[in-house]
Every structure is written in C-alpha cells, then in structure tokens.
C-alpha cells in the first residue's frame, strides 16, 4: 500500500512538473497565407506567364521573411488562378493591379476596387471565394495595399 501512495505522489508531481513547463505551441501560420516554400512551388510548376516587380528573392538574405511576397493573376477558370501573373516582393506599397482576377500572399494583404488603394478594399484574410491552391478570387481589383506590419 505504502509502494502504490509512493508511486501516485511521483506520478501526480511529474504530472505538474510537466504542466508547468509547458510552452504554448508556436502560431501557426493563417490557412489563407502561403508559406514561402507554397509560393517556390506554384513558381517552379505553374504554366502562367509570369512578370516579376520588386526585390528580388533570396531566402538566404536576413530581411527575406519580413518581406511580403503576392502573385495576382488575370484569369480564373472555375477554381484555378491563371493566364497573365505579376509577382511582387518587397514591403509597404500600394500595387498598381488593373485587371486583376485572382491573388495570394504570403501574408495579409487588401485589394480594392480603385487605383492608388481607393474605392472599396477588402482584406486576404476575409476571402469570399477561395480557388484551388490558396488563391482568392477578387474580380474588379485595381491595385493591391501590401502593408508594412502584416
């Protein structure tokens, strides 16, 4: 009897100890976002015409995850995202998108209705229609609002 008491205070305080040095787990990244490596793949396999802006992409270079990387393409055919694309990659800045019909990010972006980020602009994150491969449908965008803290 006194062996089994012995055992069950052992157990009860590895049970604590175990609880007390628990670390929540790290933040998973949004479903809506690509992750770095998602938007390498869709480059290396897609067969849209692609026309890169902004920085170049080094996942080597420090300041390579603080920048933000979005593709918006002009074609959607029932759940793809195609025909002509534009890559962008860099910080802060208000994408001129005229005919845009479908976007994703590796983080939040909005996309709105008028040039210069005017108009009606809805954010990535609450996306109406999503399309195969992580991308959102957004007919009527103009230009892309890639924020700086996002």
Request: glycine content about 8%; some cysteine; hydrophobic content about 35%.
């Amino acid at each position: 009897m006194k062996f089994f008491s012995i055992t069950a205070n052992f157990v009860a305080i590895a049970a604590l100890v175990v609880v007390a040095n628990a670390s929540p787990a790290p933040d998973a990244p949004a479903s809506f976002l690509w992750s770095d490596a998602e938007f390498d793949h869709w480059l290396a396999t897609t067969d849209a015409n692609i026309t890169y802006v902004g920085e170049p992409y080094n996942p080597l270079e420090e300041r390579a995850i603080l920048a933000t990387r979005v593709t918006y393409c002009s074609r959607r055919i029932h759940k793809v995202c195609g025909g002509s694309c534009t890559v962008y990659r860099g910080g802060a800045k208000c994408l001129n998108a005229p005919r845009t019909d479908c976007l994703a990010a590796t983080k939040n972006v909005a996309f709105c209705s008028s040039a210069k980020c005017g108009g009606d602009c809805n954010q990535l994150s609450t996306c109406g229609t999503r399309l195969s491969g992580g991308f959102c449908y957004t007919p009527g965008t103009k230009s892309i609002l890639v924020s700086g803290n996002n």
